[in-house]
């Protein structure tokens, strides 16, 4: 059992690892390879614990680059349930939000993020979202 949970949790922290790699190196042609072993390991993570609102969250960020925004969207309203003050998940929802069009229920995530988060790069990168969508922009 030991064993088992050990496994699990290596996959895991692989998933982790290739996902903050993707990020950093967008363009890369291993993408597609490693948004799909993290999209396992984070799939693994939600099995064994339905509740983790970061595994939901980081799973919702990848199913979007990925072009699933119906699956990221419910990812995101999943992680948003278990923990409504998580800015990271109200972030990315209102993000996938905007680029699908849905502009009102964009500016709604932005404004909750502006009036609940203390974070200066979400306020920063909020902002200029807002900005964005007032100037008549997705």
Request: charged share 25%; hydrophobic share 40%.
């Amino acid at each position: 059992m030991i064993v088992y949970i050990l496994i699990i949790s290596l996959f895991v922290v692989a998933a982790v690892i290739y996902t903050v790699k993707f990020f950093k190196k967008r363009g890369s042609g291993d993408n597609r390879r490693q948004l799909g072993m993290a999209m396992v390991g984070l799939s693994q993570q939600i099995r064994k614990n339905p509740n983790d609102a970061v595994a939901f969250t980081k799973r919702g960020t990848i199913r979007f680059k990925k072009g699933d925004a119906k699956g990221a969207l419910a990812d995101l309203e999943r992680a948003i349930q278990l923990d409504p003050a998580s800015v990271e998940a109200h972030y990315h929802r209102g993000s996938i939000l905007q680029a699908g069009g849905e502009i009102s229920k964009a500016e709604k995530e932005y404004n909750w993020i502006m009036a609940h988060s203390e974070d200066p790069y979400y306020k920063t990168a909020v902002s200029n979202r807002i900005s964005t969508l007032r100037k008549g922009g997705r």
